[in-house]
C-alpha cells in the first residue's frame, strides 16, 4: 500500500490533482470473532470486502491493513466533496445487514476517516495519520465519518478570532453579494444570476469564500449567512423586476441550512417580504449536501418543491452518487462540475463525461448548465453537446449587482 500512496502522490503532484486516503475501521469486529467463531468473522470480512468494491469507482484502490482495518485510494480527486461522496457512499454499504450462513443477521458498521492531499498533508505519512485521527473521531462521535480539516485562516488571525470576526461582519452586514451572469447558449440571453458571498476584511482585504465558509459551518454563523444571502439576493431581484430586469435569482445551501426544521417557511416568509414570486428563486444544493441524510433532504426539497422555488443539484458528476435518487428528488436542473468544464478541451474523456451529465439531465427533462466556461472552444463544445446554459468568466466573472445591472441593459 506504501508504495502505491507514494506512486499517487507523485503523479497527483505532477497533475495537479487531489488525491483522497479513507482509513476503514469494522466496529466490534472482535465481538463477531468471540461470539460467533473465526470462521463467521471471516465470511463477515469476505461480505464486507465485497461491498467495499462495489460502493468505489474503476481506478480507485482497497487494501487490508489489519485484522479489521482497510484503507482505500481516491487518485483524481478534484476537491473534497468527491471523497466525502464516497464516504457516503462506503457508509451507506453498511446498512444492509450481513447474514453468515445459520447466524443471526449482524448490523456491521464502521468508522470511515479522510485525509487529503496536498490540501492537509503533503506525504504519504501525513496522510495516515491524519486518516486515523479523522476515524477515531468518527468513532467516538458516533458519526460514520469524518474529514480531517485544518482550520485556514488569512494573514496570523487565530481561528477564534477569525470565526468572531466573521459573526460581527454579519451582523454589521459587512459581507457583499456578488453576482455572476447564466446565459442561455441557445439566445446569448441572460436568464438568471447566482449570488455568491464576498468579505472584504478591514485589515486583509478580500477573503476567499473558501477561506470562511468552512469556518462559518464548524461554527454554526452559516445559517445566519445564508439567511442574510437570501434577503439580499431577494431584495436585489425585486429591484431589478421593479426596474423592468426580471431575472432569477441563484442562492447556495449548505447541508447546515436543511437541518433547521423550519427551512422551508424561512423562504417562504423572505419570498413574501421581499414580494418576489417562488419561480424567481432557485436553491443550489451539492451532490454531497444531497447524500447526506437522503429520506430527510427528499421530505426538505419536496416541500420546498411545493412552495414553487426552483432546485438546482450543483457540482454534478463526480462518479460516487447514486442516480437513483435523481428519480427521487424533485430538482430542475443540474450543473456541471465547473472542472470538467474546464478540462473538456484538452481531454476527451471529460468531454465524454460532460455530454454524459447533459443527457442525463436531459433524459430527466432537467436543465442543464456548464459553469466554468472559459473560452469560446469550451461555449462551442457545450452548444455542440446540447448544453441549456452556462456561466464562467469567458461570459462574466461575478460582479456588484450595479455592474450586472449594465451586462442586464
Keep these: 500500500m506504501t508504495k502505491a500512496l507514494s506512486e499517487l502522490i507523485e503523479g497527483s503532484a505532477q497533475g495537479s490533482l487531489s488525491l483522497a486516503f479513507i482509513c476503514i475501521d469494522i466496529n466490534e469486529f472482535r465481538e463477531i470473532n468471540l461470539s460467533s467463531g473465526f470462521d463467521v468473522g471471516d465470511a463477515v470480512l469476505d461480505e464486507v470486502v465485497y461491498r467495499l468494491r462495489s460502493a468505489l469507482r474503476q481506478g480507485d484502490l482497497l487494501f487490508r491493513i489489519g485484522d479489521d482495518e482497510f ?14 461522496l464516497a464516504a457516503h457512499k462506503i457508509s451507506s454499504s453498511f446498512e444492509d445487514l450481513i447474514i453468515v450462513r445459520d447466524s443471526e443477521p449482524m448490523d456491521v458498521r464502521a468508522s470511515i476517516g479522510i485525509a487529503l492531499y496536498p490540501d492537509t498533508a503533503n506525504s504519504d505519512g501525513e496522510l495516515l495519520r491524519q486518516a486515523t485521527i479523522a476515524r477515531y473521531r468518527a468513532n467516538t462521535s458516533k458519526s460514520p465519518f469524518e474529514l480531517y480539516k485544518k482550520v485556514l485562516t488569512p494573514g496570523n488571525i487565530q481561528p477564534v478570532e477569525f470565526a468572531r470576526e466573521l459573526r460581527r461582519a454579519v451582523s454589521n452586514n459587512d459581507l457583499e453579494l456578488y453576482f455572476q451572469p447564466k446565459y442561455e447558449l441557445s439566445s446569448r440571453a441572460i436568464t438568471g444570476v447566482e449570488a455568491l458571498c464576498r468579505w472584504t476584511h ?38 431589478w423586476r421593479v426596474n423592468g430586469k426580471p431575472v432569477v435569482v441563484s442562492v447556495n445551501l449548505s447541508a447546515y441550512d436543511l437541518d433547521e426544521g423550519d427551512f422551508p417557511e424561512l423562504i417562504q416568509r423572505t419570498l413574501r417580504t421581499w414580494r418576489v414570486h417562488p419561480s424567481q428563486l432557485m436553491l443550489e444544493i ?53 472542472d470538467f468544464v474546464i478540462k473538456m478541451e484538452r481531454s476527451e474523456s471529460d468531454i465524454a463525461l460532460v455530454r454524459t451529465v447533459i443527457d442525463l439531465g436531459h433524459n430527466y427533462n432537467l436543465t442543464v448548465t456548464a459553469e466554468g466556461v472559459e473560452t469560446e472552444k469550451a461555449e462551442k463544445l457545450l452548444v455542440d453537446m446540447g448544453c441549456d446554459f452556462a456561466q464562467g468568466i469567458y461570459f462574466s466573472s461575478p460582479v456588484p449587482a450595479d455592474e450586472l445591472e449594465k451586462l442586464l441593459d
Excluded at 484503507?71 to 466525502?84: G, K, M, R, T, V
Design 202 to 239: 478591514a485589515t486583509h482585504g478580500m477573503i476567499s469564500p473558501a477561506e470562511f465558509i468552512p469556518v462559518a459551518e464548524e461554527t454554526g454563523i452559516i445559517t445566519s449567512i445564508t439567511s442574510w444571502a437570501l434577503n439580499s439576493a431577494l431584495r436585489q431581484c425585486s429591484e
Design 71 to 84: 484503507a482505500i485510494l481516491l487518485p483524481s480527486i478534484l476537491h473534497e466533496d468527491h471523497a466525502i
Design 286 to 338: 451539492t451532490e454531497t449536501t444531497m447524500m447526506q441524510d437522503q429520506k430527510r433532504t427528499i421530505g426538505i426539497l419536496r416541500r420546498l418543491s411545493e412552495i414553487g422555488v426552483g432546485l438546482s443539484i450543483d457540482d454534478f458528476g463526480s462518479g460516487y452518487s447514486s442516480l437513483n435518487y435523481l428519480q427521487q428528488m424533485p430538482v430542475n436542473e443540474l450543473k456541471i462540475e465547473k
